[in-house]
């Protein structure tokens, strides 16, 4: 089954937008835990189509598949899918942060959660389509 290209390609910021909008109008803990599964299958999409289209690049230029996303002498060796999870896991727990703490201390920690995510996310896109 093949889904329409403009159904297809906002899926995971639909996803992302469900999450956020169950978090926001409904206050109970299953719309939390809604909100948080579609907030995994936001992310766990947009990772594995970056990683897919990456893949594709690389093979359409040098004919080769494989993919080198970080240097080998990173200071933490985390296992690939932690790896490209990070940003949203960031974002995520400055999220959580602010539902659980909505104070002035949650604030500034969410927004440096969300910040360090955010800059994450476009540091690897800069650096992913440069090459």
């Given at each position: 089954m093949v889904i329409a290209k403009p159904i297809y390609e906002p899926l995971p910021f639909a996803y992302l937008l469900i999450a956020a909008g169950l978090v926001?109008?409904?206050?109970?803990?299953?719309?939390l835990a809604s909100a948080v599964l579609f907030y995994c299958a936001g992310a766990?999409?947009?990772?594995?189509?970056?990683?897919?289209?990456?893949?594709?690049?690389?093979?359409a230029r040098n004919g080769r598949s494989h993919i080198k996303t970080r240097?080998?002498?990173?200071?933490?060796?985390l296992p690939e899918s932690a790896y490209e999870m990070l940003p949203f896991i960031y974002?995520?727990?400055?999220?959580?942060?602010?539902?659980?703490?909505?104070?002035?201390?949650g604030l500034l920690l969410a927004v440096l959660c969300c910040f360090a995510g955010s800059l994450t996310l476009a540091m690897r896109s800069t650096n992913?389509?440069?090459?």
């Amino acid at each position: 089954m093949v889904i329409a290209k403009p159904i297809y390609e906002p899926l995971p910021f639909a996803y992302l937008l469900i999450a956020a909008g169950l978090v926001y109008w409904l206050d109970n803990p299953f719309a939390l835990a809604s909100a948080v599964l579609f907030y995994c299958a936001g992310a766990i999409i947009w990772v594995q189509r970056s990683v897919f289209r990456r893949d594709q690049r690389i093979i359409a230029r040098n004919g080769r598949s494989h993919i080198k996303t970080r240097p080998d002498h990173a200071m933490i060796n985390l296992p690939e899918s932690a790896y490209e999870m990070l940003p949203f896991i960031y974002i995520g727990t400055g999220l959580l942060i602010f539902y659980l703490q909505p104070g002035r201390l949650g604030l500034l920690l969410a927004v440096l959660c969300c910040f360090a995510g955010s800059l994450t996310l476009a540091m690897r896109s800069t650096n992913r389509h440069r090459h």
